[in-house]
């Protein structure tokens, strides 16, 4: 089971520490798995006017060209933990970067629906593996102090590769080059192979495979000024002390039915409220809000979700550990949940879409230092090491079965209800899941994962 255990602290990175060249690409890669998880999120809202021009494509198969990349990824996060826990985390990311970069030359060379939908499965499970992967390798890479900044530095990178994908959308949307905005996203995938073959494996998984020197010697890379025999040395106590073979049928054990409904839980508010209905048919939505012209639709898109998104994310990496998850989760939904309802209202009352434009920052604002990062955050330090990764990697699934039915049924419920009902119904979502989130998540900021699982006991 692929599970994350930080290396301890050790006393000179509490405060101020220096990050040595291993670490730095440790961070590389993280960020390059970051943005390409959002380039593939965020490039389809600008390549659907081309595809659906060049293709003839009705409201079902827009959904099913939109929503199949997760699907794709719903199937790559089931196997990420498998993958990084046999063939370990290094392995792991690299696969997930080939995988990119072949869905991304598919896309791009796609002769009809059918190749063009391949494509988008195929870079959907690169999307899944590195989903799952990459944050259990950075997690375990990190010191511990740092644990929710890293986390929240790989959505902040999402958000980045969103932003860009935005960006390049832009600049093409006059021009209906949408193959060239879906193959570009195999340069960073190539990038991201490069950086991960250069980068350590965990040193974890290395002890955990019976290979301690090599940790050791990781160990050394990533902080080569200290002492590191004290921190392999907890690192392979905290593996004795551990389940050695814990199967998928523990995950649902009696003990950690609490956490794994927390989990689950904030898996599914993270979507049902809907952020990848928005960033995945923005430009459908300020059209519908009144931007008449593909170049105004796509600069909206750009500026107001994609740019907006990146700097309200670095709220969350300054605030997470200072006044924790719970706050910033509850604030959050009522920033989201009250702009919902507002561009519900502008869209029912037609008024102008500079109304639905605001509504939506507001949108994107709350989301981003909130349900963005700090639903992975907790989600990737409540569970037990022995099950974490299985469990890790089972909410990850659920979360991306979430994400497939809104984006798979999106236009069909606006088609069905309209578009001022579908976002009152979002915004419902927003006050039930501050109601669960206040009654049923714990506080775990500052706390060992250690504390955190006696919580559950």
């Known amino acids: 089971m692929a599970d994350v255990t930080t290396v301890p602290d050790k006393p000179h990175v509490r405060g101020r520490a220096k990050l040595s060249p291993a670490m730095l690409l440790v961070i590389a890669v993280i960020i390059m798995a970051g943005v390409l998880f959002g380039y593939d999120q965020g490039v389809i809202s600008g390549a659907l006017a081309g595809i659906q021009k060049q293709f003839g494509l009705g409201s079902l198969l827009t959904e099913v060209v939109t929503s199949w990349v997760t699907l794709g990824a719903l199937f790559g996060s089931l196997i990420g933990g498998e993958l990084a826990d046999r063939l370990g985390r290094k392995k792991a990311v690299l696969c997930a970067g080939v995988l990119f970069s072949l869905g991304a030359i598919v896309q791009s060379i796609a002769p009809d629906t059918t190749i063009l939908v391949a494509g988008r499965l195929v870079i959907g499970l690169g999307v ?6 990459a944050p259990l390798y950075g997690a375990e890479m990190a010191p511990a102090a740092w644990r929710g900044r890293f986390v929240s530095a790989y959505q902040l990178a999402i958000t980045i590769g969103i932003f860009l994908a935005y960006l390049i959308d832009q600049l093409l949307a006059a021009t209906d080059h949408w193959r060239l905005m879906l193959g570009i996203a195999a340069i960073p995938g190539l990038l991201l192979v490069i950086a991960m073959a250069l980068a350590p494996e965990s040193a974890r998984w290395l002890a955990k495979n019976g290979r301690g020197d090599a940790a050791r010697r990781v160990l050394d890379r990533l902080d080569p000024d200290a ?8 690192i392979e106590s905290g593996l004795r002390s551990e389940v050695k073979s814990a199967s998928w049928r523990d995950i649902f054990a009696p003990a950690w039915r ?9 898996a599914v508010f993270q979507q049902i409220t809907g952020i990848n209905a928005i960033i995945y048919y923005a430009d459908e939505i300020f059209a519908r809000a009144g931007f008449a012209t593909p170049e105004a639709q796509t600069m909206a898109t750009t500026w107001a979700i994609g740019a907006v998104n990146v700097l309200a994310t670095f ?12 706050p910033l989760l509850l604030t959050g939904l009522v920033g989201m949940g009250v702009s919902l309802g507002m561009v519900g209202i502008a869209m029912h009352a037609d008024m102008p879409g500079m109304v639905t434009l605001v509504a939506l920052v507001v949108f994107i604002i709350s989301f981003a230092f909130s349900l963005g990062p700090v639903v992975w955050t907790v989600i990737n330090e409540i569970f037990p090491g022995a099950i974490r990764g299985r469990a890790v990697a089972v909410a990850t699934a659920v979360n991306w079965a979430s994400a497939f039915l809104v984006s798979q049924f999106f236009l069909s419920l606006v088609g069905l209800i309209g578009e001022a009902i579908t976002f009152w119904l979002f915004s419902f979502f927003c006050a039930v899941a501050f109601v669960w989130i206040y ?3 714990p506080e775990t900021k500052g706390r060992s994962l250690e504390d955190i699982e006696q919580l559950w006991r």
Do not use: C, H, T, W
């Not at 899944?128 to 992967?133: K, N, R, W």
């Not at 709220?315 to 719970?326: E, Y």
């Open 128 to 133: 899944g593996v590195a989903a799952v992967a």
């Open 227 to 234: 002492d590191n025999a004290p921190a392999l040395a907890a």
């Open 258 to 266: 609490k956490p794994l409904f927390v989990a689950l839980g904030l």
């Open 315 to 326: 709220i969350a990496i300054a605030l997470i550990d200072k006044l924790g998850r719970r």
């Open 439 to 441: 009654a049923r998540v």
